[in-house]
């Protein structure tokens, strides 16, 4: 609540927060009107707030997985083969990189992975992974919307996603905030 308090400059205690039908949560009392998506999971908590656009947010920590198995069963043929062209010890965190923006963005449309975000395309950079700690804003395919997604330090894959991509390219009018403070997003 101190991340929407921020962005509205109203004190934490007239701000509610509530989940509605689905288990989005949604915001009351003076922060009415903004989005937030929520992700957690294995010693991480990562929140975006937006009052510009729905947000989703994802976060993974990166972990042993047999990425390409999981991308080839899970993921579109094109994402598959792209990371199957990284090289093998890249393979669970590009693994990851591509579930976190799709679960971001799912997350973003209130559909989540099985109303599409799974089959979502992808925009596939072919120098990857990008500079560590850094979130590069990429267009959505076919949509109106941006994601975000890099790895952070800690090994923490990290992707947020708006219905709308900011007009600037900067992730403006998107606030995040992860915890524990070093895996904090730049």
Same mark, same amino acid.
């Given at each position: 609540?101190?991340?929407?308090?921020?962005?509205? @400059?109203? !004190?934490?205690?007239?701000?509610?927060?509530?989940?509605?039908?689905? @288990?989005? +949560?949604?915001?009351?009392?003076?922060?009415?009107?903004?989005? *937030?998506?929520?992700?957690?999971?294995?010693?991480?908590?990562?929140?975006?707030? $937006?009052?510009?656009? !729905?947000?989703?947010?994802?976060?993974?920590?990166? #972990?042993?997985?047999?990425?390409?198995?999981?991308? #080839?069963?899970?993921? *579109? !043929?094109?994402?598959?083969?792209?990371?199957?062209? #990284?090289?093998? +010890?890249?393979?669970?965190?590009?693994?990851? =990189?591509? =579930?976190?923006? /799709?679960? *971001?963005?799912? /997350?973003?449309? @209130?559909?989540?992975?099985?109303?599409?975000?799974?089959?979502?395309?992808?925009?596939?950079?072919?120098? =990857? +992974?990008? &500079?560590?700690? $850094?979130? &590069?804003? %990429?267009?959505?395919?076919?949509?109106?919307?941006?994601?975000?997604? @890099?790895?952070?330090?800690?090994?923490?894959?990290?992707?947020?996603?708006?219905?709308?991509? &900011? %007009?600037?390219?900067?992730?403006?009018?998107? #606030?995040?905030?992860? $915890?524990?403070?070093?895996?904090?997003? !730049?």
């Amino acid at each position: 609540m101190s991340t929407a308090a921020d962005l509205l @400059g109203a !004190p934490a205690g007239e701000i509610g927060v509530v989940r509605d039908q689905t @288990g989005r +949560p949604r915001f009351t009392g003076a922060a009415r009107g903004l989005h *937030a998506s929520i992700s957690h999971g294995r010693g991480v908590v990562a929140v975006a707030v $937006s009052a510009v656009t !729905p947000v989703g947010v994802d976060v993974e920590r990166d #972990r042993a997985l047999p990425g390409a198995a999981l991308a #080839r069963r899970w993921m *579109a !043929p094109a994402d598959a083969d792209w990371l199957t062209d #990284r090289p093998a +010890p890249l393979h669970t965190s590009a693994f990851l =990189w591509l =579930w976190t923006q /799709k679960e *971001a963005i799912g /997350k973003a449309r @209130g559909t989540g992975l099985r109303g599409g975000g799974l089959r979502q395309p992808l925009v596939l950079p072919a120098v =990857w +992974p990008d &500079p560590p700690g $850094s979130l &590069p804003l %990429r267009p959505v395919p076919d949509s109106r919307a941006g994601v975000a997604c @890099g790895v952070l330090s800690g090994g923490l894959v990290l992707a947020v996603a708006g219905q709308e991509r &900011p %007009r600037s390219g900067a992730a403006d009018g998107i #606030r995040l905030l992860t $915890s524990p403070p070093e895996a904090t997003a !730049p």
